[in-house]
């Protein structure tokens, strides 16, 4: 094996490489046709008050049930989607079925979902989500949209447009995955968010000795307090890691530590047993989500 084993190796990197863009080419095909099958599901993820323990929303997730090829990733899928100007309606249609599925939940129970820039960035953004609202009568209030740093590319002036023409219809605004992007704080200045997430490469670890995550989670804490805005800690695992995020001043946290995302099925049968509570539990297994 050793003799020859360049060779050997060059095959293997470039048959790996060729099963890359083999999947990558599939993943893109099915992807146009995917509105038109039942493969696609948001599944919910609590997100609770530090203070009450309370669960006060869900963060809605895509899934994608692969005929072939089994759950596919959001963090795999989603950027094809929007190479392949897909994301679009793929965003449209989690809108709308997010906001049918909260409609059945708890009515103190809100709901998160992710926007990409290239959705956020069309001209009739805000007509969509108001249009999705009236039809499915969802108390805006509930709805909560989580965009990240990458929005602010778009320029200026007609993102704070779009900001202020989504806060009057009375639906929140998250800033998602802080501190992993390439924006400058000064958009922080103008733009009307209700909650920064502290991004989970600041979580990890965050319990270990002698690294900088905790000094990092409080500096963002204090921003966001003087902004009045609130703070979630995203994938929280262990108890350690709850008690750290805690006692730095995060008000939500999401993460394992509560729970994996959930089906709407799974969540309906929860919320049918009385109120929603989710214990902190050990550090918890991926689920097949
Ligand atoms: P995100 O918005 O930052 O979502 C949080 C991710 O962290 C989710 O991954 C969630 O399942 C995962 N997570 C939550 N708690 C834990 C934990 O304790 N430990 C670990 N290791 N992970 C945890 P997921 O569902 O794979 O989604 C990945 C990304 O894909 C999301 O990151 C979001 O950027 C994107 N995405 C997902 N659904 C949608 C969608 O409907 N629309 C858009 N535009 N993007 C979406
Ligand atoms: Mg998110
Ligand atoms: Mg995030
Ligand atoms: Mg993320």
Redesign the pocket.
């Known amino acids: 094996a050793a003799k020859g084993g360049g060779r050997g190796q060059y095959r293997f990197y470039s048959s790996e490489m060729k099963e890359g863009a083999k999947r990558r080419r599939q993943i893109e095909e099915d992807l146009r046709g995917v509105l038109d099958t039942a493969q696609l599901a948001m599944h919910y993820q609590p997100i609770v008050s530090a203070d009450t323990r309370q669960v006060e929303c869900f963060e809605a997730l895509m899934r994608w049930n692969h005929p072939e090829r089994g759950w596919i990733s959001p963090a795999e899928f989603i950027p094809v989607a929007e190479d392949i100007d897909m994301i679009k309606p793929l965003g449209e249609w989690a809108l709308l079925q997010v906001c049918r599925d909260a409609c059945a939940w708890p009515e103190d129970v809100g709901v998160a979902v992710n926007i990409s820039a290239l959705q956020f960035e069309c001209d009739d953004f805000p007509s969509k989500v108001e249009e999705v609202l009236i039809e499915t009568g969802l108390e805006p209030s509930r709805l909560e949209l989580?965009i990240t740093e990458s929005v602010f590319l778009g320029g200026s002036e007609r993102t704070q447009r779009k900001f202020e023409d989504i806060k009057k219809l009375g639906v929140r605004l998250a800033l998602?995955?802080f501190g992993t992007g390439y924006s400058s704080l000064s958009y922080l200045r103008t733009a009307p968010f209700d909650k920064i997430?502290i991004?989970?490469s600041f979580v990890r670890g965050c319990t270990e000795p002698g690294n900088n995550n905790p000094a990092i989670m409080s500096a963002i804490v204090n921003l966001a307090q003087a902004l009045e805005m609130q703070t979630v800690a995203?994938g929280v695992e262990s108890k350690d890691e709850l008690e750290l995020v805690i006692a730095r001043g995060a008000s939500h946290i999401q993460g394992y530590i509560f729970s994996a995302p959930l089906s709407q099925k799974d969540m309906l049968e929860r919320s049918a047993n009385g109120p929603l509570t989710f214990e902190a539990r050990g550090p918890a297994r991926y689920r097949a989500d």
Do not use: C, S
Request: proline share 0%; net charge negative; glycine share 0%.
């Open positions: 989580e998602d995955d997430k991004d989970q995203e």
